[in-house]
């Protein structure tokens, strides 16, 4: 799996005749996870939703751009097919792969954020290959503060802003083996507690249910509302 991680930091302004979101699996990636043989790729399909228009998985070795490794330049949602690489194609350790997915939104009054709704986006590449490797989702994801700097936002009042900062930094390195389990938990208490104070829905106490008690129990925590007026820059 390669492209862009699925949630809200995909944005794309509306009323774009194309606008390009771009993922990476960079050379780090690879060279940390695939074998030293390379892996061969077979075929692969390529993903996005109603806005998207075109992809194209690009490959990388040592600076030097390859040939495309698939391509769609009139995507259609409801026509979505496997497509193989016109050649074969090797990705060896450090090569870095880069899916560039454009979309229309010309028709659309709001903001688009990535999301599992089709009228939501995703920009991934499921690829079928061969030998078996380690790294089986390789994916990227734009920094809060990249977003907010591309609309123009300074500051942002309260703390929510810098709790939603760490949760998301635990989501990316939490392992649920691990005592970094605990810490996320932890983190999105913070997140929820605060964002209850500074929106005025009243005092909470937000706990995260454990796993066992979620298995006991039907109870569900319920987040206040996110206001517009909390932010401002």
Known sequence: ??????????????????FTSLGHCTSECTQAGLLDSGI??????????LAGRRMRLRHVRRGVELPTILEDNRYDFNFQASRVPPAETTVFRGDHLMLECDYSTKSRDQPTFGGLSTR?????????????????DCRSLPALNTVTSALGIDDVYGQSFQR???????IGGADVVSNNAAVAESTLENLLNSLAAETGSGQHDYHVPSKS???SSS???RPPPLLSSAASG
Do not use: T, W
């Open 1 to 18: 799996l390669v492209g862009s991680e699925v949630n809200f930091l995909q944005f794309i302004p509306p009323h774009q005749e194309m």
């Open 40 to 49: 061969k790729i077979i075929s692969g399909v390529l993903h996005s939703h």
């Open 120 to 136: 939501e986006e995703m920009c991934l590449a499921f690829i079928l290959y061969y030998p078996r490797s380690s790294l089986a």
């Open 219 to 221: 109870r569900r925590i």
């Open 164 to 170: 939603l900062v760490e949760f998301m930094k635990d």
């Open 213 to 215: 008690s979620l298995s």
